[in-house]
């Protein structure tokens, strides 16, 4: 029943799915999903919950015990992964998190606070590389953090609206520029006079 709700929100969209339609699309009685979730509001939380622990579960394979520019790189990779792979996925998780804007929406505070871990993991990694001396020193890991996970949302979200935008090569630039940002100089990483 999740993932005929999962289809049913990436082709119809959030306000286009309903209760009747998930249990019909599942192959259950009409009633089931009601019985179930006891209320569109109730399902709207169950899929966020279950397309975001996917994604987390992704990420954590991915990212491991990395830290700083290498845990980025994971997130971007693993992005690209999930979107290649589970494309319904990504578009009802980002149809969800859009709906979170709506100050009515019962599931906004879902939205806000997986919104908030992501923003506290990011800084986390940021600062372990940074006490290794793997960061630049001037990188302030909150400031990383919110600019990186908007880039990734901005970047997807562009890519949801139009199937052609060059989301690899957004993601590439990315990378690119994170590079730039984050590495740290020579001298701070022990490798000063290293030629090679």
Known sequence: MTEAAIGLIAERGVAGTTLSAIGAAAGYSRGLATQRFGSKAGLLRHVLKHVSREWLRRLDLAVGDKAGLPALEAVIDTQLG??????????????????????????????????????????????????????????????????FCAAVAGVVFHWLVNARFPVAEAMEEMRTELRLALQAPAADTGQEGNTQ
């Open 82 to 147: 999930l979107i290649r792979e589970a494309p319904n996925d990504v578009r009802a998780m980002y149809l969800l998190w859009f709906q979170g804007i709506d100050p009515a929406a019962e599931f906004r505070p879902n939205v806000a606070e997986v919104h908030r871990q992501q923003r506290e993991t990011v800084a986390r990694w940021i600062s372990r590389a940074q006490a290794a001396g793997r960061v630049a020193a001037q990188a302030d890991p909150r400031a990383v953090a919110e600019y």
